[in-house]
């Protein structure tokens, strides 16, 4: 390790087997986690795996271009996979499948009843209607357990805005929930 930040800092190239040895930057529950803010953003099951391996590559190249590594690499990690999920929304349509893939995700780790299959889809419709910028806040506060002070930080936005659009968000699913008849 010392070795090649001499080398980065001498111009020297590093050959391909050095940084092909070095260890994965995410643990095995930030790589859940990871999968988990990019499922939840919306991204489909089938792209879960590149969403990963994204954020892997953005870490490494921050440590291949000497800046020092993120304070808390898990709220890094899930702010990066939140960018990305909003990222694949601007590029592709997902209304038509969201409800599957957030339902399939529930029977992967908890198998559930029918009320539950029932709240997750009108949850998943619900952070669907939401915009973008609220849509993130959610998801990295209440699936990523990012608290309120980490996700301010690391979407460089006021803790106020950050409450803010928490309290919108929730208004909004809640109203939606009722509107439903599900809770």
């Known amino acids: 390790m010392l070795r090649r930040k001499a080398r980065r800092a001498e111009g020297v190239a590093e050959p391909l087997d050095t940084v092909q040895g070095v260890d994965d930057p995410l643990d095995t529950a930030q790589e859940r986690r990871v999968r988990a803010v990019l499922a939840l953003g919306g991204v489909p099951q089938s792209d879960l795996l590149d969403g990963v391996q994204q954020v892997r590559l953005r870490l490494l190249e921050r440590a291949a271009s000497g800046r020092e590594a993120p ?20 590029a592709k349509r997902r209304q038509e499948r969201l409800g599957e893939r957030l339902a399939s995700l529930r029977q992967l780790e908890h198998p559930s009843g029918e009320d539950s299959s029932v709240l997750s889809l009108a949850v998943a419709r619900g952070l669907d209607e939401l915009p973008d910028a609220l849509r993130q806040v959610v998801v990295l506060r209440f699936y990523a357990d990012l608290p309120v002070r980490g996700i301010a930080e690391e979407l460089g936005i006021p803790e106020g805005t950050v409450k803010s659009r928490l309290h919108s968000a929730v208004r909004a699913l809640r109203a939606r929930l009722h509107e439903d008849e599900v809770v």
Do not use: I, K, P
């Open 71 to 90: 304070r808390d690499v898990s709220a890094w990690a899930a702010v990066v996979a939140s960018n990305l999920a909003m990222d694949w929304h601007r």
